[in-house]
């Protein structure tokens, strides 16, 4: 077997650098004093790829402006596999992003039942718990996908999370729930959402928003459905079986989603021009500061998000709602995401609708200090599901876009995941610091939401313009 010549960036050689699939003996054949670099071959009517000019493969190379390995095998960007994998995307969200943004009905009965001595403050610790294991969970499920794959974790995964909501079934206590509801239940939901998201990617490409936006639109007819359930087996048989129910009902969900989510197999080709996995290189990737200013924006977007998801409910009922009808507004909140996630994942391809998303959920807020009529809270949830509901979906997107080397997508999504799990973990405890400190008022909760959202925004369109002045697809 011919010893083989590797791009090096310790090589001396000119010949062993432009042809590096190429043998060495095969490389004693390559004549280079013409102004077209030709093969010997005993197929003269062919012409290989590396028969192109110098010229050519200068410009093949440098349509990255970032390092890495350019892959010829392009995402199918369709097919039934990969709308298979979109499938089991949406039934995973629907049973584990779908019930985290439920978390403002176990709140409410929480403070009204389980634990009817301690604030909406503290009592927000515990889905404020959810966020943050779910999104710095990425630190290290990202690199565990890159390099093993999506079933891997997966599978654990389910089983993590159908656990947390059974021993959740059984708490009687806030540490208890702490552990089983906060922490269980946030690990197990970010070792299903970050290979979910990623192994959509690998499939896709242009159509990559659209297919996340149909994926994640699971969590929101899961926030639809899960809100009207889970109030309706709480008044009929008890908060212990109707966390037992919905962990069954996940089963159902978790368990044909375990069989779709698969990583893009490595296909001949790619696996013989492969180059190992990089090294984690934390302090490169943060120095690319597109990049680093994008998962700032998305800190501050994602600190105030949440907030309407967990105080809206006591919102209605301080302005005269019921308190069947003010858990509602969580259903009417996420049936505006509802469509507003497959829309914003079309149109992500081609327009910076990430900001809009952002700047929109800023405005609305500010627009909550004049909302007090039951009529206008309902239009607030709806409007604010729409606005909202691309954040999630399209941040995936914008990474993939600026990272030409598909291998480190899944690490940089999980270091800015990660990023954004301190605003995760300490937005919604504020927010009810600040209705404490406004003696039940909501003014100081709107200001903080408001502000640092439309923060957010602004630096995301502060990246966009870093990425491409010009591009229309981020």
Known sequence: MPEKAYLSPLSSSSEETL???????????IDLFGSQRTIVTDFPEFTPFYAQSEESLIRHDSISDEKGPVDDDKP??????????????????FATFGLLN???????????????????????????????????????????YDSYGARPLVIPGSLVYILSLMFTSLSTKYYQLMLAQGV??????????????????????????????????????GGICWPLLIQYLLDHIGFGWATRITGFICVGLLTPACWLIASRPVTAHSRHNSEPPPKL???????????TVFSAGMFFVLWGMFIPFFYLPTYGQA?????????????????????????????????????????????????LYGITSIAAIIAFAVLYGIFSGGLISL???????ITPDHRIIGVKIGIMMAICSFGGLTGSP?????????????????????????????????????????????
Request: net charge neutral.
């Open 395 to 401: 941040q995936s997107a914008c990474i993939a876009q």
């Open 102 to 144: 439920t978390f403002g009905t176990f709140q409410t009965y929480y403070q009204r039942n389980l634990l009817p001595d301690m604030s909406g403050s503290v009592i927000s610790w515990i889905g404020s718990l959810q966020i943050f294991f779910l999104f710095i969970g990425g630190m290290v499920i990202g690199p565990l």
């Open 281 to 291: 290189d934390f302090v490169g990737i943060l120095k690319d500061w597109k990049y």
């Open 319 to 367: 302005h005269g709602m019921s308190e069947s009808a003010a858990n509602n507004l969580l259903a009417y909140l996420n049936a505006g995401s509802l469509v507003a996630r497959v829309v914003t994942g079309f149109v992500a391809d081609r327009f910076n609708a990430m900001f809009g998303c952002a700047l929109g959920c800023g405005i609305l807020l500010f627009a």
């Open 430 to 474: 504020i927010g009810g610091a600040l209705i404490t400190v406004d003696h039940g008022g909501f003014t100081g909760l709107i200001a903080f939401s408001a502000v640092i959202l439309t923060a957010g925004g602004f630096l995301v369109l502060l990246a966009r313009f870093m990425a491409a002045p010009k591009l229309r697809v981020f």
């Open 184 to 221: 269980m239940f946030g690990i197990g939901n970010a070792m299903l959402f970050y290979p979910t998201i990623s192994s959509i990617t690998q499939w896709f490409d242009s159509c990559r928003g659209l297919a996340l936006g149909i994926a994640v639109a699971g969590s929101s007819l």
């Open 76 to 93: 199918p960007d369709g097919g039934l596999r990969a709308w298979l994998v979109v499938l089991g995307g949406f039934l995973a969200y």
């Open 19 to 29: 042809y590096p699939h190429l043998s060495l003996e095969e490389l004693s054949d």
